[in-house]
């Protein structure tokens, strides 16, 4: 029994990923007059939240290991909390750019609760359809949260969107600080943070480069050539 309240006590962090990964409807879009306004569907901002998220799961889940994943992870809401807040108060676009990245942090949300799971559930079978329950919540709340959004905004204004998600972080805060295990690698050396930052700073150069190559006809060749070489120096620096 404590084993499935602890694989529940996950479902809310991961389902506060997927809608923070899927809350990119503009602002203009709804009933009620907004405050901002910002060009559909708000490229910028997926583009923005997705590099983030990229970033904080390369060293994160790690981090976790050696500190502590439910540490980790109650930092990570936390923090996506503030991300939520920030963004449902933004008076002009950069506010609201500022705190899509603060929730670009919940990119490691699920696979740190599955690590989590792991670590507390040891039996194969067991750890298995305690999995599929946490992943067809994830699932069933994929298609929901379109419409939920869909109606929050048309209704209440964009912000609401990001008040729910606020919630659901806190909800999220309470049932991991109450529920979950603190768990660690079974090794926990220093963290490489000269790695992670070699690392990090290679994927988002490749990143970008790939999103400018993605224009053709329009990109910029040379700063496509200038951030495959600085990814490729980075990778070199990260590997030895």
């Not at 705190?99 to 670590?119: C, E, F, K, N």
Request: glycine residues 8%.
């Amino acid at each position: 029994m404590k084993s499935l309240h602890t694989a529940f006590s996950f479902a809310p962090p991961s389902i506060l990923s997927l809608t923070i990964y899927r809350s990119n409807k503009s602002p203009k879009q709804g009933g009620r007059a907004e405050a901002l306004t910002i060009p559909p569907p708000c490229p910028l901002s997926l583009h923005i939240l997705l590099s983030v998220g990229l970033l904080f799961s390369l060293f994160l889940p790690r981090l976790g290991d050696l500190i502590g994943r439910k540490k980790v992870l109650l930092g990570i809401l936390v923090l996506t909390a503030l991300g939520c807040v920030v963004s449902a108060l933004a008076v002009n676009v950069p506010v609201l750019m500022i705190g899509r990245v603060i929730q670009g942090v919940a990119g490691p949300i699920v696979p740190m609760t599955l690590i989590m799971l792991h670590a507390k559930v040891t039996e194969d079978k067991k750890y298995a359809k305690l999995m599929a329950i946490l992943t067809s919540v994830n699932g069933g709340i994929g298609g929901v949260d379109a419409i939920l959004g869909g109606w929050l905004a048309g209704t209440f204004g964009f912000r609401s969107v990001f008040w729910v998600m606020v919630g659901v972080a806190v909800l999220a805060i309470v049932l991991v600080f109450v529920y979950a295990e603190e768990s660690t690698a079974s090794e926990t050396p220093k963290m490489d943070w000269v790695g992670v930052v070699s690392l990090a700073a290679a994927f988002l150069a490749a990143y970008l480069a790939i999103n400018e190559i993605q224009k053709l006809g329009s990109a910029n060749w040379a700063l496509v050539a200038v951030e495959i070489v600085i990814a490729a120096v980075l990778f070199v620096v990260f590997w030895n």
